[in-house]
């Protein structure tokens, strides 16, 4: 180097905060491909993802909360599992539950759709508290017992529930321990016109 060319300083390097704001901005971007006008949600779904929470995502049916969360997960290469959260559904459909194998004659553990990156638990308040309640350890502990066996998740875990407004018919009021544990409650409005 000569005495005329200027010594590099730090503020030309690029730094990990820079790496992982352009990062972020990817992710942004690919999910803006499939989901137009709905950018506050998806800051929240990263946000979530990236403070290790959970994420309640509200909105009339038809604004496309579950192919945001869909996006989402395609965006990240993360797996989910979608559950369809209707009155008939089990706590054991969301947690897994243990099934008699007639072969070895001995229970066995089969793992329900919570054992996944994302759970995609679709329209949440449309089933009784008693199977909401599934979600209870998982989302707090990031783990599922058993039968006296704790299972641990996968890393990362998200529970991303969509829900409709409470005055549709045929829904449930989410109990307080059931909202305590979803970090944030995303509010997705139709978009606006020119989105």
């Known amino acids: 180097m000569t005495t005329s060319d200027p010594a590099p300083t ?24 499939a989901v137009v006008g709905q950018d506050a949600a998806i800051t929240g779904l990263l946000i979530a993802l990236l403070a290790r929470g959970h994420v309640l995502v509200e909105g009339v049916p038809g604004v496309a909360k579950t ?9 990240l290469g993360l797996e ?13 459909d969301v947690s897994g539950s243990l099934i008699y194998d007639a072969r070895s004659g001995e229970f066995e553990f089969r793992e329900g759709p919570v054992f996944t990156h994302i759970l ?64 944030l409650k995303l509010i997705v409005d139709m978009p606006a016109r020119d989105a």
């Open 10 to 33: 730090t503020a030309d390097a690029p730094t990990a905060d820079d790496s992982a704001r352009a990062a972020v901005g990817r992710v942004r971007d690919e999910i803006g491909k």
């Open 67 to 75: 192919l945001l969360v869909r996006a989402f997960s395609r965006a």
């Open 80 to 92: 989910t599992k979608r559950v369809q959260f209707t009155p008939d559904l089990m706590p054991g």
């Open 120 to 183: 995609l638990a679709d329209e949440i308040n449309r089933t009784p508290p008693k199977t909401q309640a599934a979600l209870l350890e998982a989302m707090e502990e990031r783990q599922v017992s058993t039968d006296g066996v704790t299972r641990p998740l996968p890393d990362p875990f998200l529970v991303a529930a969509t829900q409709n407004p409470i005055e549709h018919e045929g829904t449930y009021t989410l109990p307080e321990a059931q909202l305590d544990r979803f970090l």
